[in-house]
């Protein structure tokens, strides 16, 4: 079973927008912390954006403070990253992930191993 997907990803040109998507099913979403990764052909999965659990506090990769927004409706079970100006290499796929506890620090937040549930991804094109 799929605990989380994705939606919303697509091609867009540089400097545009798009607002991606995580529904999650079969977990009791607000008992998680969420976050959103990208992967770019290549390269390192890199951590994006993460709120807490009952939502509130925020954590986002230096590269996209102020233009990316990470929120959540906990009613709806979704998650949200409404991205602006985007660059091209923010062309990558974006995943959400479900963490089942707060993680504690920086690392544990940005490295992945804290998250119990990925979903499968949705694709970002950005063209130049």
């Known amino acids: 079973q799929d605990h989380l997907v994705e939606s919303g990803g697509g091609l867009v040109q540089a400097g545009g927008s798009l607002k991606l998507s995580c529904a999650a099913s079969?977990?009791?979403?607000?008992?998680?912390?969420m976050g959103w990764f990208r992967q770019a052909p290549g390269k390192e999965r890199e951590f994006v954006a993460y709120?807490?659990?009952?939502?509130?506090?925020?954590s986002y990769a230096d590269s996209v403070k102020g233009r990316f927004t990470i929120s959540r409706d906990n009613a709806k079970d979704t998650l949200y990253l409404p991205m602006i100006s985007l660059k091209a290499e923010e062309a990558a796929v974006y995943y959400c992930?479900?963490?089942?506890?707060?993680?504690?620090?920086?690392?544990?937040?940005?490295?992945?191993?804290?998250?119990?549930?990925w979903g499968r991804g949705t694709r970002v094109t950005v063209s130049s």
């Open positions: 709120m807490r659990r009952l939502g509130g506090n925020t």
């Open positions: 992930a479900a963490a089942p506890r707060d993680p504690p620090g920086d690392c544990e937040r940005e490295n992945g191993h804290h998250y119990a549930y």
């Open positions: 079969g977990i009791t979403f607000s008992n998680y912390g």
